[in-house]
């Protein structure tokens, strides 16, 4: 079978609309570069973090609990991260439709059986074309409408 009939299309379209709302977002605060690289950062981190195998995974988890005060220090900021999520809902619900959708792509590369790889080069390019395309559609948006 060809690998281009392999290839999730309809969940790595949900990645770009995805992203493209966050892409949209951050271009309407009209956001530093530091903010964007920062995001560019936190979408690789995520990618990796769901495209890397799970004994990898579990490994790089299990060092966070090894001792006691790792483990409070986890659970306070987990507590922190729950206070946030309160605090700041809708901003929570897009993080939650974004890491939804990136899972989503990840749970369908694992189901047509492609390498990590692959999953991790496409996810990403969607991912930050997505952005990217967010942040062009709402500059030629709003360079074309004069404010007055």
Known sequence: ??????V?????ALVLLSYSTLGWVISETHASISVWVATV??????????TAPWPKMTYYYSLFLQSNTRAFGVAVLAAFLFFIMI??????????LIISATILVRIDFQRAG????LAFS?????????LALGALIYKFIYSQIPLT
Do not use: C, H, Q, Y
Not at 41 to 50: C, F, G, K, S
Not at 87 to 96: E, K, S
């Open 8 to 12: 999730p299309w309809v969940s790595l």
């Open 41 to 50: 950062v936190a979408i690789l981190l995520l990618i990796v973090t769901l």
């Open 1 to 6: 079978m060809s690998i281009l009939k392999r």
């Open 122 to 130: 496409t996810a990403s390019i969607f991912s930050l074309g997505g």
């Open 114 to 117: 492609l390498r990590e790889g």
């Open 87 to 96: 605090a700041w809902f809708r901003v929570f619900l897009d993080t939650l």
